[in-house]
């Protein structure tokens, strides 16, 4: 059997924590790490002066979501929807090969969650740079980091996460629908 699929009510919260984070612009730009980016943070074939509509840049980030959530799919036991949320957004950010040679990914194969977990934060650096100093204009990865960490310890739900990076929440429903997946 395989374990983790992205469905339903997850995907929708995929979709909101990680297209919050990575913030939509229909037009190409740079990213931080001088990486050409449009959308929901996609960087696959985009390059200068690349223009998308709404409809284009959400069925992107679906199909992104689900690509980065192939890992996540050979892990031996079902995930608590929180870690998963949790670990496919920095899977999203960071790539699939950097996520499946983390020590997270180790520790998520052992079911250790906790120790995974804290690993999260560890992933603030962008282009040689550590966001955690200020200077470097990088510090949305820090503040990322810590709320997709606190996401992963269940000390936040995923509407208090949400919240926190100015956005609505999700409806009663689906929050209820993501947590009966467990």
């Known amino acids: 059997m395989r374990f983790n699929k992205l469905t339903g009510a997850l995907l929708a919260g995929a979709i909101a924590v990680t297209g919050a984070f990575e913030g939509y612009r229909q037009i190409s730009y740079q990213d931080v790490g001088g990486v ?36 996540l799919e050979n892990i031996p036991q079902q995930l608590p929807p929180n870690v998963h949320l949790a670990s496919l957004d920095l899977a999203y950010n960071i790539g699939t090969g950097a996520f ?15 120790p995974a977990c804290n690993e999260i934060t560890k992933w603030r650096f962008v ?4 966001c955690a100093i ?18 992963c310890m269940g000390s936040i739900n995923i509407n208090e996460a949400l919240v926190q990076i100015g956005q609505m929440p999700l409806d009663k429903e689906i929050v ?7």
């Open 36 to 71: 050409w980016t449009a959308c929901y943070g996609e960087t696959l074939g985009i390059k200068q002066g690349d223009r998308f509509t709404k409809a284009q840049c959400e069925a992107m980030l679906a199909s992104s979501l689900n690509k980065h959530n192939t890992p």
């Open 100 to 114: 499946k040679r983390s020590t997270m990914y180790r520790y998520l194969l052992n079911a250790d969650y906790p």
């Open 127 to 130: 282009a040689g740079k550590d």
């Open 134 to 151: 200020r200077r470097n204009r990088c510090y949305g990865i820090v503040k990322r980091r810590n709320v997709v960490q606190q996401l």
């Open 176 to 182: 209820e629908a993501m947590n009966a997946t467990q």
